[in-house]
């Protein structure tokens, strides 16, 4: 029993990671819905520095909600705690490039897909349609949507 907590907990066991999701786009949109993983990086320093990064894909009807979200979606979500800022119409403003920046670096030692996936982040938040929102406290939290590519894109960088 012990096993399977550490595992859940640590999302190494099948589907812990699909409910970490779920909760944490109900938290930042008010709406639950399931995803499904896309992309999943996690690094972690010694130091306490991390970067961890998750695409995940949801449905038609998702996507239907977020081309044309109820007002209380922008105006109320992601709530305070959570971010620094209200979700944001894509593309990402002139203010908030240096934030998007932040949070899809292209380290040295970053070879092959990572560095696609920041690419395709930094196309993705400029696309008109999608939304994005973050926080900035320690490290940096971003989140973004696109309805297009349905995709909802979490991302956490603290160096």
Known sequence: MIVIFVSWQLQIFPLSKNFYIKERSEELTGKS???WEEYDYGEIG?????YSLDIYKFN???????????????????PN????????ETPVKRTD????????????GWKGEIVERQDFIRTVAN????????????????????????LIIIINHDM
């Open 60 to 78: 038609d009807e998702m996507a239907d909600y977020f081309t044309n979200p109820p007002e209380d979606f922008v105006q109320n979500f992601p």
């Open 46 to 50: 010694v130091r306490g520095e991390g």
């Open 127 to 150: 696309e008109k349609g999608g939304f994005y929102a973050y926080k900035k406290t320690g490290g940096t939290d971003f989140y973004l949507i696109s309805p297009k590519r349905k």
């Open 33 to 35: 819905f399931w995803s």
């Open 97 to 108: 490039i240096e934030t998007l920046e932040f949070v899809t670096p292209t380290y040295g």
């Open 81 to 88: 705690e959570l971010s620094d800022i209200k979700w944001t």
